[in-house]
């Protein structure tokens, strides 16, 4: 166990549904990280935020994802009028620095 | 960007024997280079890493070379043992964000 908490762990939703996923990082990490995971797929990487600021995002994170820190603390991940190609293992990570990055356990996604 | 190319796919080893695994990268700005075990239905979990001053590291049964003007790394597990097996991902980081290798899937066999 990293320390890095998320929740649910999993989640099944109808095609057009709302989700949204929290992560919890080791109290002092100030850098949060958004990977997404297929099925015999490395994690690829979703977007970045250091304390409240989201910094960088991939192309993969399309209009109908939306991730949050409001508070430099937690963060939220969420999918508008998920598709099935939405179906996925959405992990978090977080750091103190630009290098180590500790993972959470992930939130499997299943979109029917 | 960034590409990690990571070999074998698969391996399997008879328990006590050494396991080893290779990646590639491309960009000549990487300078850190982690390894996770991710086991069934777990999130990736750190085992160890390299940095771009650094050729070689070790931890217990574990060790990982770096050669950075051929721009591979590789991971080396001596002893295997069946609580080895599992899916180890390579990655490398430019930036902020960690590229990972394809993962391999490691089988010890008791």
């Known amino acids: 166990d990293t320390g890095v908490s998320q929740d649910p762990r999993h989640k099944i939703t109808k095609r057009g549904q709302n989700v949204t996923f929290r992560c919890d990082p080791i109290?002092?990490?100030?850098?949060l990280y958004w990977y997404r995971q297929t099925l015999g797929q490395g994690p690829e990487f979703l977007t970045y935020?250091?304390?409240?600021?989201?910094?960088?995002k991939s192309r993969l994170l399309s209009d109908r994802f939306s991730a949050e820190r409001p508070k430099g603390s937690f963060s939220t991940l969420e999918i508008q009028r998920t598709e099935q190609g939405d179906s996925a293992m959405y992990l978090c990570?977080?750091?103190?620095?630009?290098?180590?990055?500790?993972f959470g356990p992930g939130t499997r996604l299943t979109v029917l | 960007g960034e590409n990690v190319e990571q070999h074998p796919s698969t391996l399997s080893v008879q328990e006590g024997d050494s396991a080893v695994i290779k990646c590639t990268y491309s960009d000549s700005a990487s300078n850190y280079f982690p390894w996770y075990k991710q086991e069934l239905g777990k999130g990736p979990q750190l085992i160890i890493d390299i940095r771009s001053n650094v050729g070689e590291k070790k931890d217990q049964r574990i060790a990982v070379t770096l050669n950075k003007t051929a721009k591979h790394f590789s991971l080396h597990i001596t002893e295997t043992q069946p609580e080895d097996s599992a899916v180890y991902f390579c990655a490398a980081i430019a930036g902020n964000m960690l590229t990972f290798g394809g993962g391999t899937r490691l089988m010890v066999k008791p």
């Open positions: 990570a977080t750091g103190l620095s630009t290098d180590t990055q500790y």
């Open positions: 935020f250091q304390n409240e600021a989201q910094l960088e």
């Open positions: 109290s002092e990490h100030n850098r």
